[in-house]
């Protein structure tokens, strides 16, 4: 009886032996929850940038389980994306993130919007108060350099593009009857020299006296030299354009021969303004788009 004893107390032995080397594979995967998370969700109007595309890699480091945070090149590498620059590229950033999101176990996460709460649980809305602060403000740095600068242009401008209506008023002869520079001294001490010509001419059976070389040069002393009267000396045979609607108007110099490319320095302020209207109307429709998608 001891032997069976014995042969049975072996017998299970082994067989627990066996079951110890083949363990069973334990099922301890989690049904993955499911993140209800939408591109409207953001407080963003164009998904158009990778600025733009930082709120959701902002979103997921907020709510990540992994330790280390997730840089954009990490979604971008990942959903083969070179640049943002429209809302489906976007999506897939957003998908990529949710999805990470779940595998690494996520089951509790803050929402987009979630930064508007404070600690009191007051719904005052912080980063709506400074996005309007910061429209406010760029639209008065926008209006003021849009109409600064325009008006400058007008004032400098209007004389050059008068130039180019001369282009095809009529050639007619003439002669200098007197030429003479007057130098004087600006606020730095710099010497800025003035050209002052006087001609007669002939237009249709009549005399007329001219004394204008050019409208923007004539407006600008800075377009002479302290010899500039050595090309019109006294007595010298010379062509003379006519406005043909009014003979007592004529130029020395005309269309682009007569403009003051000194004129074209103000050319990038009125182009930056324009720029600056621009970006602030994206900007505005896009805070206005965005505040409307919320609150739909």
Same mark, same amino acid.
């Not at 406010?136 to 600064?148: D, E, H, K, L, N």
């Not at 002869?173 to 130098?183: A, L, M, P, Q």
């Not at 130029?251 to 403009?259: N, Y």
């Given at each position: 009886?001891? %032997?069976?004893?014995?042969?049975?107390? $072996?017998?299970?032995?082994?067989?627990?032996?066996?079951? %110890?080397?083949?363990?069973?594979?334990?099922?301890?995967?989690?049904?993955?929850?499911?993140?209800?998370?939408? $591109?409207?969700?953001?407080?963003?109007?164009?998904?158009?940038?990778?600025?733009?595309?930082?709120?959701?890699?902002?979103?997921?480091?907020?709510?990540?389980?992994?330790?280390?945070?997730?840089?954009?090149?990490?979604?971008?590498?990942?959903?083969?994306?070179? $640049?943002?620059?429209?809302?489906?590229?976007?999506?897939?950033?957003? %998908?990529?993130?949710?999805?990470?999101?779940?595998?690494?176990?996520?089951?509790?996460?803050?929402?987009?919007?979630?930064?508007?709460?404070?600690?009191?649980?007051?719904?005052?809305?912080?980063?709506?108060?400074?996005?309007?602060?910061?429209?406010?403000?760029?639209?008065?740095?926008?209006?003021?350099?849009?109409?600064?600068?325009?008006?400058?242009?007008?004032?400098?401008?209007?004389?050059?593009?008068?130039?180019?209506?001369?282009?095809?008023?009529?050639?007619?002869?003439?002669?200098?009857?007197?030429?003479?520079?007057?130098?004087?001294?600006?606020?730095?001490?710099?010497?800025?020299?003035?050209?002052?010509?006087?001609?007669?001419?002939?237009?249709?059976?009549?005399?007329?006296?001219?004394?204008?070389?050019?409208?923007?040069?004539?407006?600008?002393?800075?377009?002479?030299?302290?010899?500039?009267?050595?090309?019109?000396?006294?007595?010298?045979?010379?062509?003379?354009?006519?406005?043909?609607?009014?003979?007592?108007?004529?130029?020395?110099?005309?269309?682009?021969?007569?403009?003051?490319?000194?004129?074209?320095?103000?050319?990038?302020?009125?182009?930056?303004?324009?720029?600056?209207?621009?970006?602030? $109307?994206?900007?505005?429709?896009?805070?206005?788009?965005?505040?409307?998608?919320?609150?739909?």
């Amino acid at each position: 009886m001891s %032997d069976n004893f014995w042969d049975t107390k $072996l017998s299970e032995d082994a067989s627990i032996g066996k079951d %110890d080397n083949n363990p069973k594979k334990l099922d301890i995967s989690k049904p993955k929850v499911k993140i209800n998370v939408k $591109l409207n969700d953001f407080p963003v109007g164009y998904w158009d940038s990778d600025n733009d595309a930082m709120h959701i890699v902002q979103w997921y480091n907020d709510n990540r389980m992994a330790v280390e945070e997730k840089s954009l090149d990490f979604f971008k590498q990942n959903t083969g994306i070179k $640049l943002v620059t429209s809302k489906a590229e976007a999506q897939k950033i957003l %998908d990529l993130a949710i999805q990470t999101m779940q595998e690494e176990g996520v089951t509790v996460w803050r929402p987009p919007n979630y930064e508007y709460e404070d600690e009191t649980n007051n719904t005052i809305q912080l980063n709506n108060i400074e996005t309007v602060g910061g429209l406010i403000g760029g639209w008065f740095f926008a209006g003021i350099w849009f109409t600064i600068s325009f008006l400058i242009l007008f004032l400098v401008g209007g004389p050059a593009i008068a130039d180019l209506g001369t282009a095809d008023w009529n050639a007619t002869d003439g002669v200098i009857t007197s030429s003479e520079v007057h130098t004087s001294t600006d606020g730095e001490g710099g010497t800025t020299y003035c050209l002052w010509v006087n001609y007669e001419y002939t237009y249709n059976g009549k005399t007329y006296d001219g004394d204008v070389v050019s409208f923007s040069k004539d407006n600008s002393c800075d377009s002479w030299s302290g010899n500039a009267d050595d090309d019109y000396p006294e007595g010298k045979e010379i062509t003379v354009y006519v406005n043909p609607d009014n003979p007592y108007e004529a130029v020395l110099e005309p269309g682009l021969s007569g403009v003051d490319f000194g004129v074209c320095c103000v050319l990038p302020f009125p182009l930056i303004g324009i720029l600056l209207v621009v970006m602030m $109307l994206k900007n505005t429709f896009g805070v206005v788009s965005s505040k409307f998608n919320k609150n739909r």
